[in-house]
Each structure stands twice: as C-alpha cells, then as structure tokens.
C-alpha cells in the first residue's frame, strides 16, 4: 500500500479563492510527522508546514493551513487567498516514527494552477 | 550564501563520462540526502547522511557513489551513466534524519 496518496493529479482556482490539496497517509505508527513542500517551475523543492501526530491544533503558516484529521489518516492543505506565484507542484510528505530515527516518504504531487 | 547551493544547476554528459555534483547546506545541519526526480515519477530517496555516516543506500546503482566529507558538504560522483540516469537531482539538508528537509535548486542532468 502507498504510504502517501495524493489523488488530484491537478487543481485549478482563481486567484483570491481558497484551494485544499488532498492527501491520505498510511501508517501504523503512533508516533509520524506530516509535511507539504511546493515545487515551482524551477524545481527547487520549498517547504511550506508540518504537523506532528500529537498535535492537539491544526498548523497555520501564513496563508497556508494543515486540515489534520487524524481518524480519517488525511492531511490536505488550505491556501488561502491563491495568487498568481502559487503555481506550482505540491508534494505532501510524512516521516513515520519520531523524528531522529526516519526519512521522509513523498506523495507523487498535485499540480496548482491558479488563474487570474 | 544561504540555505542549501547546489553545482552545477544544468549538465549534459555523455555515457563514457565521469562527472561530480556538488551539495553545499550553510544551516547548521547534521543530516544530508541526495534524491532523484524523473518526470512523472515520484521522489526518489537515494541517499541519507547523518553526521557524514552513511545511513540508507536505497538500492542506487553502482555508477552513481556518494561522498560527504563533512557536514556542510555532500557529493554525488557520476560515472558511466544510462541516458534513464537523465532526471533532476536534488540535495537537501536537515537538522536531523526526519525533521524537514531544506532543498537545493537542484541541478538537471541529461545523459547522452
């Protein structure tokens, strides 16, 4: 089974609208960290936020958001208020077991492409 | 320089060649990872370096080695490459195996 599934292949949203990028994960362990990274044309991978499993609260970093549900096994992204620069790729990423011990295993991406 | 630098951004060698990639992190990392990205593919890990030990070798072929020296600085030597061996490569650091992971531009390697 794929530990990281990202079933949109592509998303499009007009600029000033809110977007959620979806992404399930699969793991046994109680103890993991979930990550989104955007990849822009240029291809150089950029970190946007992370959640850890015990976090009690949903992250926040600016105009992106995590919507954590834990039951469900998902972690999708909220941008909000989209503009143009957030054209990109977006993986999401989780790290099974605390951290010190495991790599990251990535998503294959969902392309964003955000209208004016 | 900031962040994680990578040499050269573009390169196109032949299969008889033998060329280095060069990662340079100026964050204070400990940990270190060279991961190759072929069009439609996801991610691949290839390699992880913690504390300049290596701690996975994901079933890399051969022709590719890595070297890291110190912890600021990893390597990816290329040696009779296959033209499937074309793919973005891309370095990145981290403050330990597991916390996120800060990425270099990447360099774009075509194999002729």
């Known amino acids: 089974a794929q530990k990281i599934t990202q079933t949109q292949p592509g998303m499009f949203v007009q600029e000033k609208e809110a977007v959620t990028l979806d992404c399930t994960y699969d793991t046994s362990d109680p103890s993991y960290g979930l990550f989104w990274y955007k990849q822009p044309s240029s291809g150089e991978m950029i970190f946007l936020i992370y959640?850890?499993?015990?976090?009690?609260q949903n992250a926040t970093e600016g105009r992106y958001s995590l919507n954590f549900q834990k039951a469900r096994k998902s972690a999708n992204l909220v941008i909000s208020a989209s503009q143009l620069g957030d054209s990109a790729m977006y993986f999401c990423a989780m790290r099974e077991g605390r951290a010190g011990y495991s790599t990251l295993t990535f998503g294959k991406g969902t392309m964003l492409l955000v209208s004016p | 320089e900031t962040g994680v630098t990578q040499t050269p951004r573009h390169l196109v060698m032949g299969m008889t060649n033998k060329k280095s990639l060069k990662c340079e992190q100026h964050l204070g990392h400990n940990a270190m990872y060279w991961y190759k990205q072929s069009a439609k593919k996801p991610l691949e890990l290839m390699f992880v370096?913690?504390?300049?030990?290596?701690?996975e070798n994901n079933s890399v072929p051969s022709r590719f080695s890595p070297e890291c020296p110190n912890s600021s600085h990893l390597f990816l030597h290329l040696h009779t490459l296959q033209p499937e061996d074309s793919a973005l490569y891309l370095c990145?650091?981290?403050?330990?195996?597991?916390?996120?992971?800060?990425f270099g531009p990447g360099t774009r390697l075509t194999v002729t």
């Open positions: 370096y913690s504390l300049e030990e290596r701690v």
């Open positions: 990145a650091s981290s403050q330990a195996i597991g916390y996120e992971q800060y």
């Open positions: 959640q850890g499993s015990y976090d009690q």
